[in-house]
T-cell receptor
């Protein structure tokens, strides 16, 4: 079955530690996105990538980094510079076509907490 | 600043009733409108999208768009307890960047 796989489901970060969240899709989608969701807040865009080897900052990119070496994969690293990383992280993808770019398919999410 | 606003709720309706969820947006250039459903602790799932003024029906769901008044709504007919979730409104302009509302929490009581 096609879909988006995020791992791990739960992740704990120690102070000063970098952690990487995995996102893999087999939908052959061009674009991939990382969002952060905090309780009572809407989805906030961290980074997005429209093609391999290219990505753009979203609204809250500080303290995060990404790579897009393969079409299927878009890992997110939460660095030690991100002082408030506790949140639900969502990876999404979409393909480009008339009217289809905004139809996002989401992975199951990763809940990141600070120890 | 482009904004999308939704009543946070919670909205409570009895089983079998019609649930009406509303969303207003500030950017008159918005072209695409989406409703996502998100169960607690789960990821959002696209349930409806609409591009043109008027109504669009899909099963028990109807999306309504009024660009002149800058609002989009979602009606859920014959509401079921399984419809209890948070409903997120998202709007995109010609740059295709999605602007998200904070969501409306819906509870359907048996």
């Amino acid at each position: 079955d096609g879909g988006i796989t995020q791992s791990p489901k739960y992740l704990f970060r120690k102070e000063g530690q970098n952690v990487t969240l995995s996102c893999e899709q087999n939908l052959n989608h061009d674009a991939m996105y990382w969002y952060r969701q905090d309780p009572g807040q809407g989805l906030r865009l961290i980074y997005y990538s429209q093609i391999v080897n290219d990505f753009q900052k979203g609204d809250i990119a500080e303290g995060y980094s990404v790579s897009r070496e393969k079409k299927e994969s878009f890992p997110l690293t939460v660095t030690s510079a991100q002082k408030n990383p506790t949140a639900f992280y969502l990876c999404a993808s979409t393909t480009y076509g008339v009217g289809s770019a905004e139809k996002l398919f989401f992975g199951s999410g990763t809940q990141l907490s600070v120890l | 600043q482009k904004e999308v606003e939704q009543n946070s709720g919670p909205l409570s309706v009895p089983e079998g009733a019609i649930a009406s969820l509303n969303c207003t947006y500030s950017d008159r250039g918005s072209q695409s409108f989406f409703w996502y459903r998100q169960y607690s602790g789960k990821s959002p799932e696209l349930i409806m999208f609409i591009y043109s003024n008027g109504d669009k029906e899909d099963g028990r769901f109807t999306a309504q768009l009024n660009k002149a008044s800058q609002y989009v709504s979602l009606l859920i007919r014959d509401s079921q307890p399984s419809d209890s979730a948070t409903y997120l409104c998202a709007v995109a302009g010609n740059n295709r960047k999605l602007i998200w509302g904070l969501g409306t929490s819906l509870g359907v009581n048996p």
